[in-house]
């Protein structure tokens, strides 16, 4: 069983739909990651939570800590939203690696 | 801006040659990893460094080795590409002891 899990593994949607990926973890961890992946392009780090919720833009990141899992929400999407949507754990117990979920694909249709 | 540069976008190359993929940052980080990233599979640790000449073999250091002689760069080597290697590469940092990490943009490699 993989320690992160994310779903949908695929995800279409129109342009303006509100998105929700999300990824539940099975380690105790530090912080997580909300990573994105333009295609053939390098990682860019979106969010770091330890705790709550963070907003970047039309970006929203929550965790609930108790529950293992973490949701990242797109509002308004936009084309220019179609990536690869990655979420990784610092782990809690190594020496602060990151552990990744295979990531959501996001596809937004104009 | 702070980045992590990785020497090459794509590369190919031949079968039993030997591959070095640079990776240098800026940002004065301690920690310095390699993962290869495959479909179906996704970001997999190959080797990291927490220090200058220290090196840890992560989940999948078979055919690789790595060398940090300095703060800023980490190399990852293939002593004989094989094309089971064919992949995108990717080298992150962070800061010791803090959860922020910096990923460079990639690099493609082909072996043929």
């Known amino acids: 069983k993989n320690e992160v899990e994310q779903s949908p593994q695929n995800l279409t949607a129109q342009e303006g739909e509100f998105i929700t990926i999300n990824c539940s973890y099975s380690v105790g961890i530090s912080a997580l990651h909300w990573l994105q992946q333009h295609p053939g392009g390098g990682i860019v780090s979106l969010f770091m939570?330890?705790?709550g919720k963070k907003k970047h833009g039309r970006l929203i990141a929550t965790i609930n800590i108790q529950e293992k899992h973490s949701s990242l929400h797109i509002t308004a999407s936009h084309p220019r939203d179609s990536a690869v949507y990655i979420c990784?754990?610092?782990?809690?117990?190594?020496?602060?690696?990151?552990?990744f979920g295979k990531g959501t694909k996001l596809s937004v249709k104009p | 801006d702070v980045k992590v540069t990785q020497s090459s976008r794509y590369l190919v190359k031949r079968t039993g040659e030997k591959v070095f993929l640079e990776c240098v940052q800026d940002m004065d980080h301690e920690n310095m990893f390699w993962y290869r990233q495959d479909p179906g599979l996704g970001l997999r640790l190959i080797y990291f460094?927490?220090?200058?000449?220290?090196?840890e073999k992560g989940d999948i250091p078979e055919g690789y080795s790595v060398s940090r002689e300095k703060k800023e760069r980490f190399s990852l080597i293939l002593e004989s590409a094989s094309t089971n290697q064919t992949s995108m590469y990717l080298c992150?940092?962070?800061?010791?002891?803090?959860?922020?990490?910096?990923f460079g943009s990639g690099t493609r490699l082909t072996v043929v």
């Open positions: 939570l330890s705790s």
């Open positions: 460094s927490y220090d200058v000449k220290m090196k």
């Open positions: 990784a754990v610092v782990d809690g117990g190594s020496q602060g690696n990151l552990i």
């Open positions: 992150a940092s962070s800061l010791w002891k803090s959860y922020g990490y910096t």
